[in-house]
């Protein structure tokens, strides 16, 4: 066995998703939606407990509730005088449907003849659908969020790597090319003798004149005759100078671009020589930074060894405890709601193992992703657990050899993991319920 380089990182949850062992909370009502009446109208009031966001909307103005008690005949002096000492009255839907209806020390009304009639007006009927329909979006929406978290954590393994063969690497190598600067062309035109002459005739016409209207044709010929050579030599002469500047600053432009391309062509060409030869610093360097910047739905300690010589890579995972998976499951009611429901240890258990595999093989990927030098990665995962006398013990679930060709060119994200698990070379005990005992894990390959 070759010398190992080790080192020890923690890969910290990400914060796409927040379970614990009791579920995600489904109470609504006391603290999310309730309806308000007073003297100054009556008003819906949801919002998101420990957010501090909320909404107050007014469904009825205060004339509109005196004009309905006033002129109701079931409203008799009886009711109105109850309703002053129970007001502000606020109704309130809680978990299982039900609407509540309080006093004014958020206490449930309990006089059955006040409640009858409070039930019989049209604005009760009216505030309880508000209520209903809000619970209802609000419970659809807890529903897929709670799905959606349960889905992303099981499924653990969809957050592995494509693994690339040691041939893509090389065809990457030979692919890149080193640019170069395109030198740009001078586009002022060379001044001719016939362009200058051209010139200097419509210059004569504009300037050169004589009285002596006879003489103004020989007068014009002569003066383009007597300043054609200097005119040519001078704008000549300008012109070179332009062009020879212009030309020095597109070679300094080249020059400078040009070791540009160059630097970077040797960089991207040195990362990758350094990629697929998988030195110690190399490997040690982005697998440190792949893990710690990892966004996994769970914690997880990670301890590996590498050796440079032989490919091989050592890797323990301290493994989430089963408290991680919600205990609960989201249930669908027939009026609307949602309740939590215990879900059978056999189900708990399995979805603990298509995550702590799943796990296994999405870091293994990742760790086959930074170098094609790395060719077998001996993974063995651990978990805290209590023995039979109740001490916490540290024990190994389960220890698999893992060999690169059989990650190369899978769609891993695809596959089951429990099924991709099997197919290398492991150690595992486990009943058919999933109920998992300690193993000895691999030494080496």
Known sequence: MGVRFRKSVKILPGVRINLTKSGISTTIGPRGASVNISKRGTYLNTGIPGTGLHAREK?????????????????????????????????????????????????????????????????????KEQLVAWRRDKTEQEYAEAQEALIELINIHRYSFAVKPLEEYEQSLSEIKLNSYQVKSFILAEPTMEKVETDLVSHAALHVTSKAFWRVKKLREEYVRDNLEQEYKRQHTEWEKKKQEYDQKEKEKAEKQNAAFAAE?????????????????????????????????????????????????????????????????????????????????????????????????????????????????????????????????????????????????????????????????????????????????????
């Not at 009886?78 to 109704?91: N, V, W």
């Not at 609960?328 to 429901?341: D, R, S």
């Open 59 to 127: 469904l009825s103005s205060q004339e509109k509730v005196k004009h309905t008690s006033s002129t109701n005949s079931n409203y008799d002096q009886e009711f109105l005088q109850k309703y002053e000492l129970f007001k502000p009255i606020t109704m309130r839907i809680i978990s299982n449907g039900k609407i509540l209806i309080l006093d004014k020390n958020g206490e449930p009304i309990t006089d059955e003849s006040f409640l009858k009639k409070m039930k019989s007006m049209s604005e009760y009927k009216e505030y």
């Open 265 to 445: 062509y040797e960089a991207t060409c040195a990362n990758i020589k350094e990629m697929i030869a998988g030195s110690n610093e190399y490997v040690s360097a982005h697998l440190e930074e792949w893990l710690s910047s990892s966004t996994l739905p769970v914690e997880v300690n990670v301890d590996y060894e590498y050796e440079e010589d032989t490919g091989n890579m050592y890797v323990d995972l301290q493994l989430p405890t089963e408290d991680v998976i919600p205990h609960q499951e989201m249930i669908k009611l027939a009026n609307g709601g949602v309740k939590e429901k215990n879900k059978t240890k056999q189900t708990l258990q399995t979805e603990y193992a298509t995550m702590i595999f799943g796990l296994g093989i999405c870091i293994a990927s990742g760790i086959f992703n930074i170098s094609p030098a790395i060719k077998r990665i001996l993974v063995s995962g651990f978990a805290k657990r209590r023995d039979n006398e109740g001490d916490e013990v540290n024990e190994c679930l389960y220890s698999i050899k893992f060999g690169r060709n059989g990650f190369e060119g899978v769609n891993i994200q695809e596959q089951n993991p429990i099924e991709f698990f099997n197919c290398f070379e492991n150690r595992y005990k486990a009943t058919q319920t999933w109920t998992f005992k300690a193993v000895n894990p691999y030494d080496d390959f």
